[in-house]
């Protein structure tokens, strides 16, 4: 991994009082390195958006472009932990087109279920509730940041799509394993987000805050 821009002198602090004390240490160095990374194509999607403001000549809202780009920042989150785990740029990444797709598992729940048999049930829960977890954001940022009113169905559909093409990501640069798993667990996390979302906003017309 290429050097922090942002965390770096955090990070090596961390690292010298609990590099030896906690087993999983690699797992907060790629979480430090994803943040790092989603910091900096944050402060890019900034700049664009400031310029698309001022050349449309539109007035924001800084509600909305507060939310937009908290929303931004966990996109960017989500894909750096997930699959641009190695590199800052495109061209540091290498891609494998010739993988077997005899590698993708197309079966349901097999994997998950092999999980459930291993030494430590720490795999299977992360698995499982993380990747619930992890597009649960998804599901309420989509309608509550689009004008058009946008249905549990188009939500879950695009929530989906967005996994697909992570587990897609995945296969094509090798840094993950592609699980139709993954796929289920993060459309039913996008829903829940959805349901969330909804329900806030009928509590939020109920008692007209």
């Given at each position: ?21 906690i ?6 160095r ?9 910091i900096l194509?944050?402060?890019f999607?900034l ?25 931004v ?6 894909f ?8 800052y740029?495109?061209w540091q990444?290498q ?10 598992n197309?079966?349901?729940?097999i ?7 291993g ?7 992360y ?8 597009f ?5 940022f989509?309608p509550?940041l ?14 989906a ?14 840094t993950g ?8 667990f993060?459309t ?9 979302f909804?329900?806030?906003?009928w ?7």
């Amino acid at each position: 991994m290429n050097k922090m821009i942002f965390l770096g002198p955090l990070y090596d602090y961390i690292y010298k009082l609990y590099a030896m004390k906690i087993n999983h240490f690699p797992l907060i160095r790629l979480s430090f390195y994803a943040v790092d990374k989603a910091i900096l194509y944050t402060l890019f999607f900034l700049v664009l958006r400031y310029i698309w403001i001022r050349f449309k000549k539109k007035n924001a809202h800084f509600g909305h472009e507060f939310w937009l780009t908290v929303f931004v920042f966990y996109v960017f989150l989500l894909f750096a932990l997930t699959v641009f785990r190695d590199g800052y740029f495109i061209w540091q990444f290498q891609f494998y087109f010739h993988r077997p797709l005899s590698q993708i598992n197309l079966v349901p729940l097999i994997e998950t279920y092999k999980l459930t048999k291993g030494q430590s049930l720490v795999d299977f829960f992360y698995n499982l509730y993380g990747n619930i977890v992890w597009f649960v954001p998804m599901g309420v940022f989509i309608p509550a940041l689009t004008k058009r009113h946008l249905g549990f169905l188009r939500v879950v559909l695009i929530g989906a799509l967005i996994s697909i093409s992570i587990e897609t990501l995945q296969f094509i640069l090798n840094t993950g394993v592609t699980d139709i798993d993954d796929v289920i667990f993060n459309t039913l996390g996008a829903a829940v987000g959805y349901l969330l979302f909804f329900v806030g906003k009928w509590i939020k017309t109920r008692i007209k805050i």
